[in-house]
């Protein structure tokens, strides 16, 4: 895939946003953006895998055969497809390393983890090697404009002419947010959802507790009475002790809006309508058909067209006229959609019939 820039090399970095970084909020590596972002996020996850799933298992069409097998295939269990979208979305680069066979023809398509791969130019600032590092091995792969070994797929970066922009750099204030949400919940809970109380020393003299009473009565109360098995044991108290009930008010406490808020907020930057993923809030979809309708109309088909244009685009030099593309007569999601333009379209009478077939998108040759 043509990439535009004039870099003479291009250093090796994660291509996201680094919201909160200045404060130490948000992690700097690609790799602990994922861990803290996206695999203990539930919203992030769902919504991330709910679009690449349904990338990956969109029915598509073909110029030839071979190309269709080539893009429906996995290795060790990963779909390529499926792979190629979790990876735009989240670093907004997708590198496809092209297997080859003895005769030197595209055997299979390999996913690379983006963040291992640095793209190095030549002297004019076009791309000219990739360079895969795993540990202290280095592989070499070249950007070859006829047959490359590797198809680099990209999200639009506004201000980097080689990598592309995630959208999980963009989700990272919400993500944060909602995680420091549930954690903080986990904590009022552990605390039976409330500071219990307070121990006031009154002995009536003006006197106050010794340090070593201090400490010890810490303690015994960590020991006796912290965390959700101690909850609800009486307690005793000595000469000059007193039990003062604290709790906090129901707007201390109510962070189940704060986390709705912030995971909608999530759901939007991976273009997922909040119906979808179950969170509570205004909607703009009237139910849930029309909540997947959106999803497929905004956001999986135009990921999945980038997807297979550019894997048709790099792998033109082994298949004359390579086109991929999702096969939209076949998407239960968009049923409703093409039946009323089959409808329209056949009462058209000024239409001839080679007409209608274009307007139906029926006029190529691709095979199933």
Do not use: C
């Amino acid at each position: 895939m043509k990439l535009w820039g004039r870099k003479a090399r291009v250093e090796a970095r994660p291509a996201l946003g680094r919201a909160g970084a200045a404060t130490g909020a948000w992690p700097p590596s690609y790799e602990a953006q994922v861990r803290d972002g996206y695999a203990r996020n539930a919203v992030a996850q769902r919504a991330v895998r709910l679009v690449a799933d349904a990338v990956g298992s969109a029915p598509l069409a073909a110029s030839e055969p071979a190309l269709l097998a080539l893009a429906e295939g996995r290795l060790g269990g990963v779909g390529v497809l499926e792979a190629a979208a979790t990876q735009l979305q989240l670093h907004g680069n997708a590198f496809v390393q092209v297997l080859r066979d003895a005769e030197g023809g595209a055997a299979a398509l390999y996913p690379l983890r983006p963040e291992r791969v640095t793209v190095e130019a030549d002297a004019t600032g076009w791309p000219a090697v990739y360079r895969y590092q795993v540990g202290a091995r280095v592989t070499r792969l070249h950007a070859d404009p006829v047959r490359p070994e590797v198809i680099h797929l990209k999200a639009f970066h506004p201000l980097d002419d080689h990598y592309g922009l995630g959208s999980l750099g963009a989700a990272a204030a919400a993500i944060g947010v909602h995680n420091a949400a549930g954690v903080w919940n986990k904590a009022l809970l552990d605390n039976a959802a409330r500071p219990s109380g307070a121990l006031v020393y009154d002995p009536g003299d003006g006197s106050t507790l010794s340090p070593e009473q201090f400490r010890r009565l810490s303690s015994e109360m960590e020991q006796g009475f912290a965390g959700a098995t101690q909850a609800g044991r009486p307690m005793l108290l000595e000469g000059g002790l007193k039990w003062q009930a604290l709790s906090l008010t129901p707007a201390d406490m109510d962070f189940v809006e704060l986390k709705a808020a912030a995971a909608r907020e999530i759901a939007l930057a991976f273009g997922v309508p909040p119906m979808l993923l179950g969170l509570p809030g205004d909607s703009t979809h009237a139910n849930y058909r029309e909540a997947n309708r959106a999803l497929w109309r905004l956001t999986v088909l135009p990921l999945a067209h980038a997807v297979l244009d550019g894997l048709a685009q790099g792998l033109g030099g082994w298949f004359a006229d390579a086109r991929l593309r999702v096969d939209i007569d076949r998407v239960p999601a968009l049923a409703e959609d093409r039946e009323r333009l089959w409808t329209s379209v056949s009462t058209a009478d000024f239409l001839s019939g080679d007409e209608k077939r274009a307007l139906l998108g029926l006029g190529g040759e691709e095979r199933r």
